[in-house]
């Protein structure tokens, strides 16, 4: 009986303690994704994620908490076990952690990276970030329940990680600090709701690439750059410092694989690289250029993106290229390499630019085809399909200028650009169909009928050229085959269309003038609301149709109307008034007047 009372005793004193110093409950991770998603980092905007969100938190915490540190003079206040009374103290901790970390990978977003004196300042803060982690960690490690405690030690062990990797020193305890983080995460997502589950999983994967870096960087691991390059595409803010630490790698491997790249090849011809910025940015352009047209898995909005990097890369070759030119002074046998680089250059750029227009064609054209069953996406018009092939014209004539504008052509050069005009017959003849379905969607036949018929001609005789090539293009040669037939097919289609509505036209002419009246405003639906107020029955039309609603007619019926009679004095003219010369006064005369009269 005694066992039994001491341990009811204890029970009840456990319970008193719990009540006393209650345990506190965070889910650190959903919180700050949502955070950093809703306040900028969605786009990596870091300086309005720390201003504009976690400064302003931060005040507010302070102010609601009655915890401020003075008004004239700063008077340090800590944050200690026996000051957490409640959850929002851990609050101020994880947020002045946040604003620390954010303020230090805003200074490393810099252009041209972190200037010494700015990474002392970003080493900084990341040590303050370091600090206020700890003190979370260790605060809810006695006020917070198990998961919150577990939560808070694998983001404190992720700021010390990432510390310890943007100072390039102990890679090993960098390597310990992300692979406990992923450890925690990893057992976290096996538990809680789905949101915690997935959350948790992206975080493990975000994770990744940073410990495999670290192996890397202490020897344990074998990964080559390539692998880390594809671990790099992944997206999150947790990635961000190991995006610029691997783009560093990547810059120091190019310089050190320039310095065996001597000339560049482009159609036969071969051009000396002499500058060493130029042979690195013509390096990273051709792997791109490599990912580009090696992976055929990638979605198609996401190779636009890297079809901006590479025009980015090859943009800086050129203008490396160009200030070259400037100070070679009157040196012709460099000058004319120089010029003739930059010629090629700026063909690859053109090629690549028609590429890109390509694709936007062929996205334009998916969502073209789709939107005539789907009716609830926004409708893609043959207008923008038109417009992308004016690009594409106006692409390839450019690119072919260039390509004739030099003095030796080679037999490359002179293939290339007979495929270039091909190419260019194939582009007009995609815009004048395109350009036929806007007139027909338009109602305008004749005009469709025409464009679709020198649509035909132009794919007909274009085809014959191809077919007559030695090696031509098997997927060009389909689309035109396709692009034929639509055209002959919508030939018979806006002809038939034409006599039908040229057959119905008189009859639509009768009827249109039958029901002209001059007194209704042609209420089609019926009576309108003010004429039934008695009757229970809706005159606002459905949502989602396009009826009008039938209040009241708009504009209102002209109605008779009372008005003052109006005089017109129009027997004036034919009265004759008698003579009244009899009445007038006759006037004296003088005795002169008289005789003189």
Avoid at 85 to 105: F, G, I, P
């Amino acid at each position: 009986m005694s066992k039994e009372n001491e341990t009811i005793s204890m029970e009840i004193d456990d319970k008193k303690t719990d009540q006393i110093n209650p345990k506190f409950s965070i889910n650190v991770l959903q919180l700050l994704k949502s955070a950093q998603m809703q306040h900028g980092l969605r786009h990596g905007d870091y300086t309005r994620y720390r201003y504009r969100y976690c400064t302003a938190k931060l005040r507010r915490l302070y102010k609601s908490l009655k915890f401020t540190h003075g008004q004239g003079k700063y008077n340090k206040r800590a944050i200690t076990e026996s000051t957490v009374t409640e959850v929002r103290y851990l609050h101020v901790l994880l947020y002045t952690a946040e604003r620390a970390w954010s303020h230090a990978m805003e200074k490393r977003q810099l252009p041209s990276g972190p200037v010494p004196c700015q990474r002392i300042y970003l080493i900084g803060r990341l040590r303050k970030a370091v600090k206020w982690a700890s003190l979370f960690a260790q605060l809810c490690a006695v006020k917070g329940d198990s998961r919150t405690s577990l939560e808070a030690e694998a983001y404190a062990s992720f700021m010390k990680g990432t510390l310890l990797f943007e100072l390039e020193q102990n890679w090993e305890t960098a390597l310990m600090s992300f692979k406990s983080a992923r450890a925690v995460y990893e057992q976290l997502g096996k538990y809680g709701d789905i949101e915690n589950q997935v959350l948790c999983r992206e975080r493990v994967l975000e994770l990744d690439p940073n410990i495999n870096y670290c192996s890397i960087k202490a020897g344990k691991s074998n990964i080559k750059t390539s692998e880390l390059a594809d671990m790099g595409q992944m997206e999150g803010p947790a990635l961000d410092l190991f995006k610029a630490k691997l783009e560093a790698v990547m810059d120091e491997a190019r310089s050190q694989q320039a310095a065996s790249m001597t000339e560049f090849n482009w159609l036969g011809h071969r051009f000396p690289v002499a500058n060493a910025k130029t042979r690195v940015s013509i390096l990273k352009a051709q792997e791109l250029e490599k990912d580009l047209h090696g992976s055929a898995a990638v979605p198609a909005e996401k190779k636009v993106v890297m079809y901006d990097n590479f025009f980015a890369a090859y943009h800086e070759a050129r203008s490396c290229i160009r200030k070259d030119l400037v100070n070679a002074g009157d040196t012709e046998n460099v000058k004319d390499d120089l010029s003739g680089l930059d010629k090629a250059v700026s063909a690859v750029l053109g090629q690549r630019t028609i590429e890109r227009n390509q694709l936007l064609v062929s996205i334009a054209k998916s969502k073209f085809a789709r939107n005539r069953d789907d009716k609830v996406e926004k409708a893609t018009k043959p207008e923008g399909l038109v417009c992308l092939f004016d690009l594409l014209i106006q692409n390839s004539s450019d690119l072919s200028d260039l390509v004739a504008s030099r003095r030796d052509s080679t037999p490359e050069e002179v293939a290339f650009a007979e495929e270039l005009a091909l190419k260019n017959q194939v582009f007009r003849a995609e815009r004048c169909f395109y350009l036929a379905k806007s007139y027909s969607l338009a109602g305008k036949r004749a005009e469709a009928y025409v464009l679709y018929s020198r649509a035909r001609s132009l794919a007909e005789s274009t085809l014959l050229k191809l077919k007559a090539m030695s090696n031509f293009d098997k997927d060009m040669i389909q689309d035109l085959e396709v692009l034929y037939n639509n055209s002959r097919s919508n030939i018979c289609i806006e002809h038939a269309a034409g006599i039908m509505e040229e057959e119905k036209a008189p009859e639509k002419i009768t009827k249109g003038v039958s029901s002209i009246s001059l007194t209704k405003s042609g209420n089609k639906a019926g009576v309108f609301l003010l004429e039934k107020l008695d009757v229970y029955e809706s005159s606002v039309a459905d949502p989602n149709s396009k009826g009008v609603p039938h209040i009241e007619p708009f504009p209102p019926a002209f109605q008779a109307v009372p008005r003052n009679p109006i005089v017109l004095d129009i027997a004036f003219n034919s009265i004759e008034f008698p003579s009244l010369e009899s009445r007038m006064k006759k006037e004296k005369k003088g005795l002169i007047s008289r005789f003189w009269g």
